[in-house]
């Protein structure tokens, strides 16, 4: 397929144009039955050194290099001075080849008109049709008291931001320069400002910039970034230059008329990512949860929180919320009273190791869907407290999918992390645990022909949820630092809490994937150092790495790996029909021998023999190694009492 220069396409519509107008100019000065007889001494000539002389003032003025779909006020203008321009260098032609014998002085006049239509009529009709209407071209753009700032981007929403600095919504802002990686796009114009070329020449542009005394005092980016090279580069070159690295805010600010200024947005660490935000389907989740009953543990945490924000807008029959805390019970409520007051809702104040407090809310509420995202997460804290972690993260767990066998719950979804697979700590060894006792039980489910479907859903870390690193990264910014990393190869999975709460609800309203009863994993692309994590939130928060906050490294803690993993090699993966999500085969497991196991657990961990309760979690997850170190905390140890007598 042939590929037209656009650049080329409209130097040579204008020359046409310009043509045609000398043509056009004669027909009306002479009339249409006079035009061949009186014009034929001079038609042939005059319009080839009329069009000569349009290329010639198009080029200096450069009217073929701004965008059609942009053309503005500035535009306008423009034009209207080329065409004088030209009506004017034509005029002393005229009169050295003609004497101003041959061709009519009142033509040149027409001439202005018919060529000024013929140019901008074009434009404004093309600019009309994208917009809907011609109130964009109209506004202008004075210069006096704004922030010169570059774009990144020369995209629509560029457009749509050099717009505001004139209408008052974005006023404090003069964009001076935007650059973008489309080669194809250099040297041309959006709204009269000049697109300069890729984002790796950013600081010859600085240096141009600087010359014509204009100097850039942010860089903001106009749309998402989906290649984490490209960020590094942008925020490299940024600080090189002393240069905040921005974005903008959601173009709907843009929009409304009643906001008085719009501010540029720090860059979000989702931006970080490198790779676009998963999507959810929301007719399928939809139909999970409208008119049905719908029970969420861990209600008011990271993941509990935002699952009973977005399934609230879903119009479910009643939301039944549970959490061991008073307080984020109590937060989760006011957030739902605003979001949907009319909702019913019913909150129990319950621990999940509560085996009959649970058995009694089920008793009374009789849920649909149950989300089951109540668990003790944080590594360290777990690894320091192993009995709590089995009562929570085993028992918790145990007690809840027993309860949705028992009250006939239709689905119940399993909340875990990618720390569960090959766990060197003793939060992923319980969470493993958690899964396959749920496995285990699904696969007796099915083969009992019992409807309840149970699904396991597999994520990596949630930015900034609670006890993650990048609050912790904030704090100690905030702080002046040090940051601290605990090695400088460490790795790790990211996802957004709405990403995560979105599979979640995909999972559990695809069918397949419920009937399956399989590990629902979303494809997470690469994972993210976190000392380059450490040093992007530094440059972010607009600080130079290690020179005005140290990075220091603090050494792996117990149970931390190097990396993680999504999945456990016996685990096959297979494609599913929601796009980027992965389903993985269960490895089977015997009901009777891990139901077995897990009582004596629950025993042994109330009791508090910790070493005794680990052991028996190493039985069930045999990749699971136990540490034995001197950074290792007291109970591993505790010398055995003899268990395999026992």
């Not at 042994?604 to 990749?623: H, W």
Request: charged residues 20%; contains cysteine.
């Amino acid at each position: 397929m042939i590929r037209i220069n656009r650049t080329y396409a409209v130097a040579a519509h204008d020359v046409a144009m310009g043509a045609l107008s000398f043509v056009i100019a004669l027909i009306l000065r002479w009339g249409p039955n006079s035009f061949a007889h009186e014009s034929i001494g001079f038609l042939f000539e005059g319009m080839i050194i009329f069009s000569a002389v349009c290329a010639l003032v198009f080029w200096r003025t450069r009217t073929y290099r701004g965008f059609w779909k942009y053309a503005s006020l500035r535009d306008v203008i423009n034009i209207a001075w080329a065409v004088s321009l030209t009506i004017l260098i034509f005029l002393p032609i005229l009169f050295v080849a003609t004497r101003l014998e041959a061709f009519p002085r009142s033509a040149l006049f027409i001439n202005w008109f018919i060529l000024l239509a013929l140019l901008l009529g074009p434009r404004l009709l093309y600019r009309a049709i994208i917009d809907g209407s011609l109130g964009g071209i109209l506004q202008r753009t004075t210069i006096n008291g704004k922030i010169p700032v570059i774009l990144v981007g020369a995209d629509d929403n560029a457009e749509l931001f050099i717009r505001a600095t004139s209408s008052g919504a974005a006023s404090n802002y003069r964009v001076v320069a935007i650059i973008d990686d489309d080669l194809n796009k250099k040297d041309q114009y959006i709204r009269n400002v000049k697109i300069y070329g890729p984002g790796s020449k950013l600081a010859e542009i600085s240096k141009d910039l600087k010359r014509q005394n204009i100097q850039p005092q942010r860089l903001i980016l106009t749309s998402e970034i989906t290649e984490p090279d490209r960020l590094k580069e942008l925020l490299a070159a940024a600080d090189g230059l002393s240069l905040p690295l921005s974005r903008l805010p959601k173009l709907t600010d843009f929009q409304n008329s009643e906001k008085k200024s719009i501010e540029v947005k720090p860059i979000a660490i989702e931006d970080l990512l490198g790779r676009p935000q998963a999507t959810l389907d929301m007719d399928s989740v939809a139909k999970l949860v409208k008119g049905r009953k719908v029970c969420i543990t861990g209600a008011g945490g990271t993941i509990g929180s935002e699952l009973c924000k977005q399934i609230s807008e879903l119009f479910p029959a009643k939301l039944v919320l549970i959490d061991n805390s008073e307080y984020n019970l109590y937060s989760i409520d006011q957030s739902l009273e605003k979001i949907n007051c009319n909702i019913d809702r019913k909150l129990y104040l319950a621990d999940i190791r509560d085996k009959k407090r649970i058995k009694d809310t089920f008793s009374k509420e009789h849920p649909d869907v149950v989300f089951h995202a109540a668990a003790l997460k944080h590594v360290p804290m777990v690894e320091s407290n192993p009995n709590e972690g089995i009562l929570t993260n085993i028992i918790g767990t145990r007690n809840v999918a027993d309860a949705c066998v028992e009250f006939e719950v239709d689905s119940m979804v399993l909340i875990s992390t990618d720390k569960a697979v090959n766990p060197t700590n003793v939060m992923g060894a319980t969470k493993r645990v958690a899964e396959s006792y749920c496995q285990a039980l699904g696969e007796t489910l099915q083969v009992n022909q019992n409807p309840l479907k149970i699904v396991t859903v597999r994520f990596g870390n949630v930015l900034g949820s609670s006890g993650s690193v990048v609050p912790l990264f904030h704090k100690q910014i905030s702080e002046g630092g040090p940051v601290t990393v605990t090695h400088k190869k460490i790795s790790r999975f990211f996802m957004t809490t709405r990403e995560a709460v979105q599979l979640v609800l995909q999972a559990s309203a695809n069918i397949n994937i419920a009937a399956n009863g399989g590990i629902c994993v979303l494809d997470m692309g690469k994972p993210i150092f976190i000392n380059d994590l450490a040093h992007q939130m530094i440059r972010l928060a607009g600080h130079i790495p290690d020179v005005d906050i140290n990075i220091i490294y603090t050494g792996l803690r117990p149970g931390e790996k190097l990396y993680e993993e999504l999945f456990h090699p016996d685990e096959a993966t297979t494609p599913t029909s929601i796009p980027g999500v992965l389903l993985a085969k269960i490895r089977s497991n015997d009901y009777s021998l891990i139901c077995s196991v897990i009582e004596k657990m629950e025993s042994k961990a109330i009791a508090g023999q910790s070493m005794e309760a680990i052991l028996l979690i190493s039985s069930l997850v045999p990749e699971y190694k136990i540490t034995n170190n001197s950074d290792t905390p007291n109970f591993y140890k505790e010398p055995s009492e003899n268990l395999g007598e026992k």
